[in-house]
C-alpha cells in the first residue's frame, strides 16, 4: 500500500524530474487525476507540491474522506490548486455524507473545487474498458477537467 509519506515523497520527486526536462515550463503549473484509489492521490500531491501542482481532478475517487489523522480530506488547506471532483452516484448513496465534508473542507480552505454527483454514473464510469462505461457522463466529466485545466494551468 502506499503510505501517505510515500505518496509525498514520490509526487515531490515526479515534479522535481518533470521540471528537469528541457520540454517542461516549470513556470506554468501542473495538473494531476486519479481514478478511484488515485483520488487520494490527486489531493496528497497538490498538498505534497503546492507551489507546482495548479489543478487536479478525482474520478470517482475512492477514500477521500476517511476517519484517519491524514485523511485526503484534511489536507486541502496545504493545496493552492482548484480541484474537480467527480463522483459516482452509486459511492454518492454508500458515503452519502462525504460530498458536503469535501465541500466544508475546500470551503473552509478557501480553495476552488467543482464537486459533483454524475447522476446515472457508477463507479469506473470513465474508463472505456468499464462493464459501467457512460459515454455521455465521462466527456461531461472530462469536458469539466479540461476547462481547470484551461482555467488553472494557463
Not at 524530474?17 to 516549470?26: A, C, H, N, T
Not at 459516482?88 to 470551503?107: G, M, Q, S
Not at 470513465?126 to 469536458?143: G, I
Request: glycine share 8%; charged share 25%.
Amino acid at each position: 500500500m502506499l503510505t501517505p509519506q510515500a505518496t509525498i515523497h514520490d509526487a515531490t520527486a515526479l515534479v522535481a524530474f518533470l521540471d528537469k526536462q528541457r520540454e517542461v515550463d516549470s513556470k506554468r503549473g501542473v495538473g494531476t487525476t486519479g481514478y478511484c484509489m488515485g483520488g487520494p492521490l490527486v489531493i496528497r500531491t497538490a498538498a505534497a507540491v503546492p507551489g507546482r501542482v495548479r489543478a487536479g481532478g478525482s474520478f470517482h475517487g475512492g477514500g477521500l474522506v476517511t476517519d484517519d489523522a491524514d485523511s485526503p480530506h484534511l489536507l486541502i488547506p496545504k493545496t493552492k490548486a482548484g480541484f474537480l471532483i467527480a463522483i459516482a452516484e452509486n459511492d454518492d448513496a454508500r458515503a452519502p455524507a462525504d460530498k458536503d465534508k469535501l465541500r466544508a473542507a475546500f470551503d473552509a480552505a478557501k480553495v476552488p473545487a467543482e464537486i459533483e454527483v454524475y447522476k446515472s454514473a457508477m463507479h469506473g464510469w470513465c474508463t472505456l474498458d468499464s462493464d459501467v462505461y457512460n459515454q455521455v457522463q465521462a466527456d461531461r466529466a472530462w469536458a469539466r477537467l479540461l476547462a481547470l485545466f484551461d482555467k488553472a494551468l494557463a
